[in-house]
């Protein structure tokens, strides 16, 4: 079968998994330096927090956040939800809270797909209760026309269809999160996994 990785020799070694890839790194880079140069400006001369969603947001935060010239502070949460491997139930546990107060900073949440809308909807209304003195989503996906609840994503980068993908932070099965783009899986890939 074709793969659509282009002529990067560095792809080569992810083409027995991919099927297709949907956005290059190339095409993420720059969106991210988009997004870090509005948020900078945005944000200029408030006190920025950048809240990470572990562990799917590291890899579009750590690039996202250098492009933000301004003094600025991270904090990580880390959820999971219950459900099937591939779609969330809504129901969001917390793996590990915010290491610190959030009361009265401006804070940026920074997730790394909106699928459902469940999980990011669970979490806004969680941080919401700490009074934050403001509180924004910044995210590389959002899947079109899946969303079950109404959600305000202040920076989005990507809008993609309602398909799995991998790579650039997401994973299946805790796999693909180093691919530096984001693809879809060949269906083997799922076949193998549960046989
Ligand atoms: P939601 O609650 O349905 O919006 O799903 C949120 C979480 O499900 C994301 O933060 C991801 O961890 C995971 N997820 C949803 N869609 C995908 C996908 O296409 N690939 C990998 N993970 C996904
Ligand atoms: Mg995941």
Redesign the pocket.
């Known amino acids: 079968m074709e793969t659509k990785l282009g002529d990067d020799k560095s792809m080569k070694v992810f083409e027995h998994d991919i099927e297709e890839v949907l956005l290059t790194h190339e095409q993420i880079q720059s969106k991210a330096a988009e997004l870090g140069a509005q948020i900078s400006a945005d944000y200029a001369g408030s006190d920025l927090l950048l809240v990470g969603?572990l562990k799917?947001a590291f890899v579009f935060m750590a690039d996202l956040s250098r492009h933000v010239t301004l003094p600025m502070e991270f904090d990580f949460m880390a959820v999971s939800?219950y459900g099937a491997a591939?779609q969330?139930s809504?129901v969001v546990r917390i793996l590990k809270d915010l290491d610190h107060e959030i009361q009265g900073r401006n804070v940026l949440l920074v997730?790394?797909?909106?699928?459902?809308?469940?999980?990011?909807s669970y979490l806004l209304k969680n941080l919401r209760t700490r009074k934050p003195a403001s509180l924004e989503v910044c995210a590389l996906l959002q899947?079109t026309g899946v969303q079950q609840v109404p959600i305000e994503i202040r920076y989005k980068a990507f809008e993609i269809p309602p398909?799995?993908?991998?790579g650039y932070g997401?994973?299946?099965g805790e796999r693909f999160r180093n691919l530096p783009f984001v693809g879809t899986l060949r269906p083997d890939v799922y076949r193998d996994a549960v046989s």
Request: charged share 20%.
């Open positions: 969603v799917g939800s591939t969330t809504g997730e790394d797909i909106v699928d459902s809308g469940l999980t990011l899947k398909v799995f993908v991998v997401l994973d299946y």
